[in-house]
């Protein structure tokens, strides 16, 4: 078991990688939590009691039996098996079809999302980020459908934009979100641009002899 505080620094690293690299923006696959996997049912997440909560609320709109959700993520599976041997259209078209017959079935929408990044068509992409946090009904999904998009939007310089969803996905669990937030917290850059400026006046040049 890799330990919290090894895992935040994994974290802290892919974080600056992706915000000083010359492939800013792009994701590193194994280390984005939930890229190009579908969500684990198996694994037990905290009740959410909250009857307001988007999640419950998709929950009671739109209810998936467990043995649905076992078969959608196995075509899921299938999908993402294409994505990884490079066959972007086969995903593509995997996705779609389950999206066609499932709309409301969010981690399909969180990877295509990838498909569409990959292809080079980032519209798309974040359009189905957008449903995929519209009908999330796991905090996990809802992390990681926030946390994708921050970075996308990163890429693209919007800043706020940026800003904001990093924080949702930080809200919603994401390791890498929460970690990225504070570096892209628009007031602290302000302070911490008015601290360098103060401290550079603060400096008195040596005595001329």
């Known amino acids: 078991m890799v330990s919290s505080a090894t895992t935040s620094n994994r974290d802290a690293n892919l974080v600056d990688v992706l915000f000083s690299s010359a492939l800013e923006g792009e994701f590193v696959r194994d280390q984005l939590s939930g890229t190009f996997k579908p969500h684990d049912y198996s694994k037990t997440e905290e009740t959410d009691t909250d009857t307001t909560s988007p999640i419950n609320a998709n929950k009671n709109k ?17 999908a993402i098996q294409a994505a990884e041997t ?37 519209d798309k992409a974040l359009q189905d980020l957008d449903k995929a946090i519209e009908h999330a009904q796991e905090e996990s999904v809802l992390g990681q459908a926030y946390t994708q998009k921050a970075i996308m939007l990163r890429s693209k ?27 892209e917290n ?14 550079r006046q603060l400096v008195v040049a040596p005595p001329k002899h």
């Open 62 to 78: 739109h209810p998936v039996s467990p043995q649905l959700k076992s078969k959608l993520q196995s075509l899921e599976h299938q």
């Open 186 to 199: 628009p007031y602290a850059k302000l302070c911490g641009k008015m601290v360098s400026e103060a401290m």
């Open 157 to 183: 310089g919007d800043q706020d934009g940026a800003y904001y969803n990093f924080s949702m996905g930080a809200k919603y669990g994401n390791h890498v979100a929460a970690v990225a937030a504070p570096k």
């Open 86 to 122: 490079g066959n972007l259209t086969l995903a593509l078209t995997r996705l779609t079809d389950i999206l066609d017959t499932h709309p409301y079935y969010a981690s399909a929408y969180n990877n295509r999302a990838q498909v569409y990044r990959l292809i080079g068509t980032m």
